[in-house]
């Protein structure tokens, strides 16, 4: 054994080591067959030096020790190449916008680069608001129910009793479609459609987007409102007051007071527009209610006969209520969002405040 031999590991080492290049488990193997505790070239060289004679002892030492810090250096260094290093074996799958992924197998990746950040998205004001009104009226024994946006006359206007002429039509400046058809511009022809579907007992809420030719600081060409149709035998006007009190106490407070006025729509007779207390200024005037004390919330009443008739369910038979609010106008109140169209603007900004 001598200092010719330790020269003759070293090449073995440097050559091995090359090969393995940035191979994790290559360099692994390498370290083992040279630094290995167990059975390592250096741990042979080390035993050697015990049966060399006492002059050759201090240079084969001296050259052990100097060999033994390059392979230790030299294997650090080839570790972290390893890991820095690894290979794209599995493109992953698209991610969840559908777009492809963006490595391509064999491509290298620096894993001690900091990761991205995960964007997590958070539920919408305006969907947080539907949901909490489908909760309530679930609880109440409704069903949720849906209907198309884009609908035809007769369940948007002729079923609801609004015929081509009536002046109703000009409130809800519609989206025409080229072959007759048109956007939805309320959710009662969905009402429309249940009870021309099934007999009483009906009780349902429909959420959806409605559509009317409309932009400014208030309204938007598309917007959100909620439905509610309740028809069986013997139901007043009492149960609509009462079942609209309990939803809006709910929603808001058992402190609101929720006052009706006489309305007019076309589809229900008596008609009531339906303000509570303003939730701002417990009354006392301010610029959400306009100095009123009141904020008008919804609009309602007991379902015209003509209704029944057209759709086919018997009028001496059942009555029934029904009402419709804006949930983007309810959104704006309870977050108090100034502008509506900033709830359409996809800005997360917006969003993000209410994960
Ligand atoms: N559809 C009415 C609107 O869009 C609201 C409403 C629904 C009124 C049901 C009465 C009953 O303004």
Redesign the pocket.
Same mark, same amino acid.
Not at 80 to 104: C, L, S, W, Y
Not at 160 to 166: A, K, Q, S, T
Not at 283 to 310: H, N, T, Y
């Given at each position: 054994m001598s200092t010719a031999r330790l020269e003759e590991v070293r090449r073995a080492f440097v050559a091995e080591l090359e090969q393995a290049g940035t191979s994790a488990d290559g360099v692994e193997k390498v370290r083992v067959k040279f630094a290995g505790q167990r059975s390592g070239k250096l741990k042979e060289l080390a035993e050697a030096l015990r049966a060399l004679p006492n002059d050759q002892k201090r240079d084969y030492g001296r050259a052990l020790n100097e060999l033994k810090q390059e392979i230790e250096s030299r294997l650090a260094e080839a570790k972290q190449a390893a890991v820095t290093e690894i290979r794209v074996k599995d493109p992953g799958t698209a991610n969840a916008k559908g777009h492809a992924p963006t490595v391509a197998v064999g491509r290298p990746v620096d894993v001690t680069l900091p990761g991205l950040p995960v964007a997590r998205g958070a539920e919408h004001p305006v969907h947080i608001v539907r949901r909490r009104i489908e909760e309530i009226f679930l609880r109440m024994g409704y069903d949720v129910e849906a209907g198309p946006e884009v609908e035809d006359d007769w369940h948007n206007f002729e079923a609801?009793n609004i015929p081509p002429d009536h002046p109703a039509r000009d409130? %809800?400046d519609t989206f025409y479609l080229a072959d007759g058809h048109l956007l939805r511009?309320?959710? @009662?022809p969905v %009402?429309a459609r249940v009870m021309e579907s099934r007999q009483p007992p009906i009780r349902i809420v429909v959420p959806g987007r +409605?559509f009317r030719r409309d932009s400014d600081l208030r309204h938007s060409p598309m917007f959100h %409102?909620i439905? $509610?149709?309740l028809v069986d035998e013997g139901i007043t006007f009492g149960h609509l007051k009462a079942t609209l009190e309990a939803f809006l106490h709910e929603l808001f407070s058992d402190r609101v007071a929720v006052r009706l006025r006489p $309305?007019y !729509?076309p !589809?229900?007779e008596p @008609?009531a527009e339906v303000d509570i207390s303003c939730i701002f200024c417990a009354q006392k005037g301010c610029g959400v209610c306009s100095g009123s004390g009141w904020i008008e919330i919804? &609009? @309602? &009443?007991m +379902?015209d006969p003509r209704v029944f008739e057209a759709v086919g369910i018997d009028a001496g038979r059942y009555t029934g !209520?029904? !009402? &419709?609010? $804006?949930l983007d106008r309810v959104a704006m109140l309870v977050y108090g969002i100034p502008d509506l169209r900033q709830l359409f603007a996809g800005d997360q900004r917006l969003t993000r405040q209410f994960a």
């Amino acid at each position: 054994m001598s200092t010719a031999r330790l020269e003759e590991v070293r090449r073995a080492f440097v050559a091995e080591l090359e090969q393995a290049g940035t191979s994790a488990d290559g360099v692994e193997k390498v370290r083992v067959k040279f630094a290995g505790q167990r059975s390592g070239k250096l741990k042979e060289l080390a035993e050697a030096l015990r049966a060399l004679p006492n002059d050759q002892k201090r240079d084969y030492g001296r050259a052990l020790n100097e060999l033994k810090q390059e392979i230790e250096s030299r294997l650090a260094e080839a570790k972290q190449a390893a890991v820095t290093e690894i290979r794209v074996k599995d493109p992953g799958t698209a991610n969840a916008k559908g777009h492809a992924p963006t490595v391509a197998v064999g491509r290298p990746v620096d894993v001690t680069l900091p990761g991205l950040p995960v964007a997590r998205g958070a539920e919408h004001p305006v969907h947080i608001v539907r949901r909490r009104i489908e909760e309530i009226f679930l609880r109440m024994g409704y069903d949720v129910e849906a209907g198309p946006e884009v609908e035809d006359d007769w369940h948007n206007f002729e079923a609801l009793n609004i015929p081509p002429d009536h002046p109703a039509r000009d409130d %809800q400046d519609t989206f025409y479609l080229a072959d007759g058809h048109l956007l939805r511009t309320h959710t @009662s022809p969905v %009402q429309a459609r249940v009870m021309e579907s099934r007999q009483p007992p009906i009780r349902i809420v429909v959420p959806g987007r +409605v559509f009317r030719r409309d932009s400014d600081l208030r309204h938007s060409p598309m917007f959100h %409102q909620i439905e $509610g149709l309740l028809v069986d035998e013997g139901i007043t006007f009492g149960h609509l007051k009462a079942t609209l009190e309990a939803f809006l106490h709910e929603l808001f407070s058992d402190r609101v007071a929720v006052r009706l006025r006489p $309305g007019y !729509f076309p !589809f229900t007779e008596p @008609s009531a527009e339906v303000d509570i207390s303003c939730i701002f200024c417990a009354q006392k005037g301010c610029g959400v209610c306009s100095g009123s004390g009141w904020i008008e919330i919804l &609009g @309602s &009443g007991m +379902v015209d006969p003509r209704v029944f008739e057209a759709v086919g369910i018997d009028a001496g038979r059942y009555t029934g !209520f029904a !009402f &419709g609010l $804006g949930l983007d106008r309810v959104a704006m109140l309870v977050y108090g969002i100034p502008d509506l169209r900033q709830l359409f603007a996809g800005d997360q900004r917006l969003t993000r405040q209410f994960a």
